[in-house]
């Protein structure tokens, strides 16, 4: 499976909030972070907790704390996948 996006890319988080599971924490919905690495391929979190697999690949993206909070000099970096990220 092919990776959308390489180390350095800007990316977009979703700002979509479902009625089911995620793995999106609310926090970093909406916002722009840059992808630092990948996590693997894994199967969808949001789909397993209902019982279909489906694989994709995982980014390492980093915020700056200023991004997702309003403050804060520090970097966040969440593991998120492919689904929740869009082109900034």
Request: proline share 5%.
């Amino acid at each position: 499976m092919s990776e959308r996006y390489g180390e350095g890319t800007r990316v977009r988080t979703s700002t979509v909030d479902p009625d089911h599971h995620t793995r999106l924490p609310g926090y970093a919905r909406g916002k722009t972070g840059t992808v630092i690495g990948s996590d693997g391929v894994h199967p969808l979190a949001d789909l397993s907790a209902q019982g279909i697999e489906r694989k994709q690949p995982v980014y390492l993206v980093r915020f700056t704390a200023r991004e997702l909070f309003g403050q804060g000099d520090h970097t966040v970096t969440l593991s998120l996948w492919e689904e929740y990220l869009s082109d900034e």
